[in-house]
């Protein structure tokens, strides 16, 4: 298996614009978690599904944030419209059992 | 409020010493994660540990639940460890996998 797959590894976008993460779990895996790691607040989960289905979305900082999971090999991370504080690394990390698995995060920067 | 607290947040080692991590949380919890970050901002999963203590090749991580303390230990630390070591907790009993809690991680560097 090739591991979790995030697209795009690197994101450069103005304030307002509509961003979106992408992210392939590895197949078989049922739990899907988002984390964003900044320099000041270290790694926080945003959100995470278990089969396909949003358990807690209690770290999605605001509306403007959104995910979804459609199926279980693929799920969006949605920002609009974006803001500079928005900018950091967004990590997808896959689970069966307890270990989770992480993908090599997009870095997004808000201008 | 749930926090977990990790010591020291910098370490600078020679090669070769032995190298401990901490990280001490508020509540019970369920599990206790370590991961490590390289450089390049990969993250990887190296131990999750509920009770006890757990080793693989050069590392061991030990969880007293009493004390609500746990520590990554390298042993023959070389270059190649140099990365930031996140503890990460799950509080509470049973339930699902997620919410979890991270610590702020240390900065470890090996000096050849």
């Known amino acids: 298996d090739a591991g979790v797959i995030q697209s795009p590894r690197h994101e450069v976008t103005e304030m307002g614009q509509e961003v979106t993460l992408r992210c392939k779990p590895i197949?078989?895996?049922?739990?899907l978690f988002w984390y964003r790691q900044t320099m000041m607040r270290g790694l926080e989960l945003l959100i995470y599904?278990?089969?396909?289905?949003?358990?807690?979305d209690s770290g999605m900082p605001e509306d403007r944030f959104s995910a979804k999971m459609p199926n279980a090999s693929f799920s969006t991370l949605k920002i609009q419209p974006s803001e500079p504080r928005d900018s950091a690394v967004y990590f997808c990390?896959?689970?069966?059992?307890?270990?989770?698995?992480f993908g090599p995060g997009t870095r997004l920067t808000v201008l | 409020k749930n926090e977990v607290e990790q010591s020291p947040q910098n370490l600078t080692a020679q090669e070769e010493e032995f190298i401990t991590i901490n990280c001490s949380y508020s509540?019970?919890?369920?599990?206790l994660h370590w991961l490590q970050q390289h450089p390049g901002g990969g993250i990887v999963s190296l131990f999750m540990?509920?009770?006890g203590k757990k080793k693989h090749g050069r590392l061991i991580a030990t969880i007293n639940i009493q004390e609500k303390h746990s520590s990554l230990h390298i042993t023959a630390s070389h270059p190649r460890d140099s990365a930031v070591y996140i503890c990460a907790v799950r509080f509470g009993y049973g339930g699902s996998q997620g919410n979890l809690i991270f610590g702020k991680g240390t900065k470890l560097s090996v000096k050849p």
């Open positions: 599904f278990n089969n396909n289905v949003p358990i807690d």
């Open positions: 540990l509920s009770s």
């Open positions: 990390a896959s689970s069966f059992f307890d270990e989770q698995f």
């Open positions: 197949s078989g895996h049922d739990y």
């Open positions: 509540v019970g919890i369920s599990a």
